[in-house]
């Protein structure tokens, strides 16, 4: 237990070293960058071994931590670690996670976290044989968490590849122009849902220019037009505003002053959780059903989906549960829900465009939801949009449930970190309570 671990210092335990100024950087270089709030970019050296942590040494990102499995650069930001007389590195990362590394920063004005004061740091710790038992535990739970974030960026882009094909670089309509026959991929009339070991079109993964899905039945394949028109869009297809694919709602807050208005019942959703999501399912604030009925209408029902058009600009998530949004963010209830996901991606191809048109002079970009529902989208017919949601459906089933899979995940995580880092719960006892959950 806790009180059986040796009393000590963070600074026998690790020693640190600060980094240094980041070297070039650019896509397809082996080595990740860490700054102070994670990685920043590639680059073709390494100052650091895999295993080191990386702690953010300065500003608004101050204490943060990271790990590299891989050799790194960690650049002038951020301070390296590496553990010492044998410590065993992972459990020193979950060790610091603990120890608030935020609140000692020292500076009046700028944040600053410097190697004295992370050195000094009372602490306890078991020996290195328990402490990688207890890594353990907690690698495990991070590790499955790692493994369903890769396998949705897979399932992303899988989905993503397919909506540029067809509605971007209008694969299927060139390969009609250019007297390309269609390839009997399917073997029945049911659209063919790719899967994951297998991307089934043309250039996909290495983003090749429009090839055509081979796997196009013969119903699904006589949907798409076989010229473009004037404009440069398929014949037949049309443009319309935003406000035409649904309504349009508003977000807002309800007032704060008022705590009856806030629990544990309705997601709040604001444009934090909306960075690096497709489903909104991880929502820190949330309000009660007495908040949420005093002001109904701003209810959005699942499915309906959210675009950030206040200060960040351009994020979009869909919801899987009724929902409110605060005012930075404008939400779509689609007309048809069944055609949810290709206005999914039409909308989130729209982020440049939001950007730009947002209040250019001003500190915060600004789009309104008048503004925002005058938009305009091309808009194919709604059979091909109902054929997109059939083909990909499964991929977006796989993507929610990983989310949520990896939200329980992290919550039996940081419920037994705290117990097993301090020595309260026994090592025997936190492997039986997973064993338990199946994990």
């Known amino acids: 237990m806790g009180g059986e671990w040796a009393e000590t210092r963070v600074g026998n335990l690790l020693s640190f070293a600060n980094g240094r100024s980041s070297p070039e950087r650019a896509d397809g270089l082996p080595y990740p960058v860490y700054g102070s709030n994670g990685i920043i970019g590639y680059a073709s050296e390494a100052n650091s071994d895999p295993g080191t942590i990386i702690i953010g040494r300065v500003g608004s990102y101050c204490g943060s931590l990271y790990q590299s499995p891989q050799k790194c650069w960690v650049t002038d930001n951020a301070i390296r670690a590496v553990a010492k007389n044998g410590n065993d590195p992972r459990f020193l990362y979950y060790l610091l996670g603990t120890l608030a590394l935020n609140s000692r920063r020292a500076g009046s004005g700028q944040p600053l976290l410097n190697q004295d004061i992370l050195s000094s740091i009372p602490t306890s710790a078991p020996e290195p044989t328990e402490q990688r038992a207890i890594a353990h535990i907690l690698g495990t739970l991070d590790d499955k968490i ?55 079109w043309p250039g996909a993964e290495a983003g090749a220019g429009a090839q055509g899905d081979p796997y196009l039945p013969a119903d699904l394949w006589q949907l798409f037009p076989d010229r473009l028109d004037d404009e440069g869009k398929p014949e037949g297809w049309v443009q319309q505003r935003v406000g035409d694919i649904g309504a349009i709602i508003c977000g807002k807050t309800p007032p704060t002053k008022k705590a009856e208005y806030y629990g544990d019942d309705v997601p709040f959703i604001t444009i934090p959780e909306m960075h690096g999501n497709i489903f909104a399912t991880d929502v820190k604030k949330r309000l009660s059903h007495h908040g949420a009925q005093s002001q109904q209408k701003k209810t959005l029902p699942p499915r309906s989906i959210c675009v950030s058009c206040i200060a960040t600009l351009g994020l979009v998530v869909i919801t899987t549960e009724p929902s409110q949004t605060n005012q930075q963010i404008n939400s779509v209830i689609p007309h048809q829900e069944d055609e949810t996901y290709f206005w999914y991606w039409t909308l989130k191809n729209l982020g440049e465009e939001i950007k730009a048109g947002g209040s250019g002079g001003s500190v915060l970009g600004n789009l309104s939801t008048g503004r925002f529902s005058e938009l305009r989208v091309n808009a194919s017919s709604r059979p091909l949009r109902l054929a997109y949601n059939a083909r990909v459906e499964n991929l977006f089933s796989q993507i929610l449930a990983n989310e949520l899979e990896s939200q329980s995940l992290a919550q039996l995580r940081d419920t037994l970190l705290p117990k097993l880092i301090s020595g309260e719960l026994r090592i025997a006892d936190a492997e039986r309570f997973m064993e338990e959950r199946a994990v």
């Open 146 to 200: 790692e493994l369903n974030r890769r396998r949705n960026q897979t399932l992303e882009a899988m989905a993503r590849a397919l909506f540029k094909d067809w509605f971007v670089d209008f694969g299927p309509v060139r390969a009609k122009m250019e007297g390309r026959a269609r390839q009997d991929g399917a073997r029945s009339g049911q659209p063919r849902t790719p899967q994951a070991s297998d991307l089934p």
